[in-house]
């Protein structure tokens, strides 16, 4: 794997479309997007309910198959590999901030931390200490051992960041990270996501509706039913 | 990730205990009434066990258990004394006959007539009188457990308190005054008449007229002789079988099995057992992966591969069916233990607990197969989906 800078290509979709259902039923998600995001930047895809942000991240991320187009990310036609490769691509490459957070209620902020270290083949005590080292950067080094439940909707947050990162993916995508939070703990967890998580070598899409955290993007694609209507650089990135 | 699968399973305390609970309620299940069937099928083999000094039994080619009365000449006798290793060879006599008590009371029960000269084949252990007083005219032995029960003798007449019999009573078989010299002690067998032990000639006296009087042969088998051999040698005599112990024990224990329904019987509530536990079981676990499905979905967005996911969830399903497995043998041991002075038959054999033990993991399988096909159908974009 080639050392990245900022600037370079990292996802490169080209007529991407997606469609749900056959005949009468079926429903067209994507109409044919052309999008590009780069590395060092955190690019946000807004849009109404329904207009097909979370449909692309999941064809970007390789958890959804495409029905037309081409998407590349960093170099990979990902769509066109088996399930088996597909998925440790997934685990080398792509951090995951899901809307629903998707904390596995049972087991400890760290150990849900290390998932994708272990996921990856590392040893469960090794996989904890370094996701513990994450929580720290998060600003959650005690609460390690606590549990999903014992946290704050905000440190809930911080924890899935934390998983996001903790094994230094190229590509971290998330969805709807604020939905759940009130104004000031969004804002917030988007500055820490944007602290921790910026990096030269990383790019960054972020899936919301909440326009209170836009001016924190680098750049803002702006979609309706099915297309990317426009790509907007924000002052942050200037 | 094993260990993550684990924590996720114990982390669910409710349906952890309930699985488990399934799980060992099904192995107590399996296991208990697999030491009560081993019970039963021990108990078809007592006699033959207790009449420990045989090394072959000898019958009539067509016997098919120990109370099956197919006599032989009694020149058997003489021809297997002749065959090459064996070291003695003694007669018995086995048959049912009525028996009148003191009381009045009458029971039909099984009379031994044991070779007068050496008193092979007696019961192993005495609890009161001797063995030898079997010698004095008209003795004979009662089983000190059946001296309690079916050959108890009323206090007095119309009374219902009862006495046990002792030595020195007297009863009437085929209506010839006998006398108790003595009482044993014998394992508990499958079949419940009364076992009455006397000498060959007095049994022969005392027993209906028949051409034939001969039920079995007694043989020791010299040392350095093969049993099975010596046993082939005898059986290629026309007309008699020769077994050895185990081999006779064997025959009859299939004999029962095969006529009484028993093996059915047993099998039937096993499988009970086993349904049982696929229900239960495979119900919870299928829960247990509904609700963590979305973990699932997740771990698979994160590169899980379908295999890791299966181990898992094969993980969770065998540490759930060891733990339920390891509480319902210890149940079941301690069920055995509780009922150890009971007339209930019971033996776990080691057998029992490896049956069950693959029957549990069976079931866990089954129980798993409903639930991985959910996991390995799952849509790791499911968890984009709020």
Known sequence: MSKLTAGQLAVNCRGLTKQYGQGENAVQALRGIDLEVRTGEMTYLVGPSGCGKTTLISVIAGTLDRSGGACEVFGDDVASWGERKRAAWRGRNVGFVFQALNLVPTLTAAENVAIPLMILGEGHDKAVRRAGEMLERVDLGARARSLPAQLSGGQQQRVAIARALVHDPRLVVCDEPTSALDHDTGHRVMELLRSVASSAERAL??????ARIFSLADRIAHMDDGRVERVESTPSSR | MIRIALRMLLGDKLKYAGLVAGLAFATLLITQQGSIFAGFVLRTGAWIRDTGQADLWIMDEQVEFTEDRKTMLDSSLLRVRGVEGVEWAVPMYKAYMPCRLADGRRV????????????????????????????????????????????????????SERRPLEVGDR??????????????????????????????????????PERRMLNFVLARVKPGYDHEAVAAQISALSGIQAYTAEGFEARSMDFILRKTGILANFGITIALGFVIGVLISGQLLYNFILDNQRSFAAMKAMGASNFLLLRMVAAQVMFAAFVGFGIGVGLTALSGRVLS?????????????????????????????????RVLRLEPAVVFKG
Do not use: K
């Open chain 2, 108 to 159: 039909i029960a099984r009379v031994i007539g044991l070779d007068d000269a050496t008193l092979l084949g007696a019961p192993p252990i005495m609890e009161s009188g001797s063995l030898e007083a079997l010698r004095q005219d008209r003795g004979i032995l009662v089983d000190f457990g059946d001296a309690q029960d079916e050959l108890s003798l009323s206090i007095e007449p119309g009374s």
């Open chain 1, 205 to 210: 899409i972020v899936v919301t509706h909440d």
């Open chain 2, 171 to 208: 009863v009437d078989l085929n209506d010839h005054e006998m006398v108790v010299v003595g009482r044993y002690q014998r394992t508990t067998e499958f079949f419940w008449d009364p076992l009455i032990y006397t000498t060959y000639s007095r049994a022969l006296a005392i027993a209906p």
């Open chain 2, 341 to 373: 002075g009971s007339e209930l038959a019971f033996n776990m054999a080691w057998q029992v607990p490896v049956f069950g033990g693959v029957a549990i993991v069976i079931c866990c399988l089954f129980a798993a197969l409903l639930s991985i096909s």
